[in-house]
């Protein structure tokens, strides 16, 4: 498959994306209840909601994200910029949880209040990443359909 200037773009921002939510999640499994994670990784704080689900719900994202999404957003990243076919279709199935994660976060966040609802909150939870998952989505799906 041809790699154009728009495979480049979306290859590296979802490479950016994921290396950065990648590494905070690693950071998040080795060192769970470390005051750092907890301002950084996690947002909001333990004791807001119910400590024990609170940990819960940070770590199961942190072990799906760093262990399972982040490996396959960037081989499909590596992939699309090869110009295999695999990589459109790895970055196609690692489009899926730009979208998918924002709405439990934003529920158990509206339910169980872990982080404010800042700006800051709205443009990445609901910005930029799930409007990046789209993109990803439909890039490949177009690539892979022509």
């Not at 807001?48 to 982040?70: E, I, K, M, V």
């Not at 990243?77 to 690692?94: E, T, V, Y």
Request: net charge neutral; with cysteine.
């Amino acid at each position: 498959m041809d790699v154009t200037a728009a495979t480049w773009v979306v290859a590296l921002t979802g490479l950016l994306l994921i290396v950065l939510l990648g590494g905070l999640q690693l950071v998040a499994v080795i060192r769970p209840r470390d005051p750092w994670t907890v301002a950084n990784v996690y947002g909001g704080t333990p004791e807001q909601t119910d400590s024990t689900a609170y940990f819960a719900f940070n770590q199961g994202y942190a072990w799906a994200d760093a262990f399972l999404w982040a490996p396959v957003q960037i081989a499909g990243s590596i992939g699309m910029l090869l110009g295999h076919k695999w990589g459109f279709l790895l970055a196609l199935a690692a489009s899926v949880p730009y979208v998918y994660t924002a709405i439990p976060i934003f529920i158990w966040d509206r339910d169980l209040g872990f982080r404010k609802p800042t700006a800051g909150y709205w443009i990445v939870i609901w910005g930029m990443w799930p409007a990046f998952g789209l993109v990803q989505f439909a890039y490949c799906l177009a690539r892979l359909n022509s």
